[in-house]
């Protein structure tokens, strides 16, 4: 497939199983963090995104947690299905301007119907 | 109903030659920009424009010129192909308050130098 040989991280689950992807931030200036989905082909999708004065944020299936004391963000999955094989990045804003995301390495997740 | 969308899908060239990717996005917002995503998939911010002003440009060969002709639009223009610029571009929009920063990406061009 496309990500074989990219050495991503990888996390393979048993649909409807709960997935968590794991980031670490570097700058703890960084004041606002969003989560992508890249399917295949296709552009960076907007799953949920959290600012620093937040340590957790809900959305349709999806949590984001937010630590900023060792500087670590998380997407929770839950129930995940074969939809949601992707390659997920995070992304950092340190507030010096708007839209200027640095994105973490990416993680492929596989979902095994 | 594409909010973003850029041309070409693909785009396969000669080195040295001159080649443009073009943007357009409907959704009213005010900034847009390009992003290079390489081989092992890391996405990195190349330029931003809010209403057709440079906001962003982030050490960028000077072979790299965007343009926006107004605030729905941003191309960019490549001047003699490397071989190192073969990755997928990515044009991007948002609205730029401090309320909503996310940014909504276009499907990409894959740009092939050989």
């Known amino acids: 497939g496309e990500n074989v040989g990219l050495h991503l991280p990888t996390l393979s689950v048993q649909e409807g199983d709960n997935s968590i992807i794991n980031c670490a931030y570097s700058?703890?200036?960084?004041?606002?963090f969003i989560w992508y989905k890249q399917e295949s082909g296709k552009g960076p999708q907007f799953i949920i995104d959290i600012r620093s004065n937040m340590d957790k944020r809900q959305g349709q299936r999806v949590t984001v947690l937010l630590n900023k004391t060792v500087k670590h963000l998380s997407l929770q999955i839950a129930a995940t299905q074969p939809g949601d094989s992707a390659v997920y990045f995070c992304a950092e804003n340190i507030g010096t301007s708007y839209g200027k995301l640095t994105f973490g390495q990416g993680t492929i997740l596989t979902v095994h119907p | 109903d594409t909010a973003v969308s850029q041309t070409p899908k693909y785009l396969v060239t000669q080195m040295g030659n001159d080649k443009s990717i073009k943007c357009e996005q409907n959704l009213g917002h005010d900034t847009m920009y390009w992003y290079k995503q390489d081989s092992k998939k890391f996405l990195k911010i190349m330029f931003s424009?809010?209403?057709?002003?440079?906001?962003i440009n982030e050490t960028v060969p000077n072979r790299f010129s965007p343009k926006s002709p107004d605030k729905a639009h941003l191309n960019l223009h490549i001047n003699s192909l490397e071989l190192g610029d073969s990755a997928v571009y990515f044009c991007a929009s948002s609205q730029t308050t401090r309320e909503d920063e996310k940014l909504f990406f276009g499907s990409g061009t894959q740009l092939s130098v050989l």
């Open positions: 700058n703890s200036a960084s004041d606002y």
């Open positions: 424009y809010n209403n057709k002003e440079l906001i």
